[in-house]
Nanobody, 118 residues
């Protein structure tokens, strides 16, 4: 599965950005789709995920500000980020997890930079 992310950029604190990730295959067969981020000098961390049953999960700092959704017809998963804070600055990666040919596989997109200025 190839994942193509887009939508990062520079925004002032309190602003909004919308990240999109398009998969090269039908996402209806993908167990979990999500967004992770990695700030300089820090480990990659989960931001939000959505599973095949449309259940969503968020890190505590994203709850109430971010919303993850998917469009099966467009094979796209989207992260709407509102009320952005400087601490949200990171490279954001799209992620897909699926059970394929008897084994779990994880795929990553190329990453998109999000910079929030104070």
């Amino acid at each position: 599965v190839q994942l193509q992310a887009s939508g990062g950029g520079l925004v002032q604190a309190g602003g909004s950005l919308r990240l999109s990730c398009t998969a090269s295959k039908s996402i209806s067969s993908i167990t979990s789709l999500g967004w992770f981020r990695q700030a300089p000098g820090k480990e990659r961390e989960m931001v939000a995920t959505i599973d095949s049953g449309d259940s969503t999960y968020y890190r505590d700092s994203a709850k109430g500000r971010f919303a993850i959704s998917k469009d099966n017809a467009k094979n796209t998963v989207t992260l709407q980020m509102n009320s952005l804070k400087p601490e949200d600055t990171a490279v954001y990666y799209c992620n897909a997890v699926l059970f394929d040919f008897g084994t779990w596989k994880t795929y990553w997109g190329q990453g998109t930079q999000v910079t929030v200025s104070s």
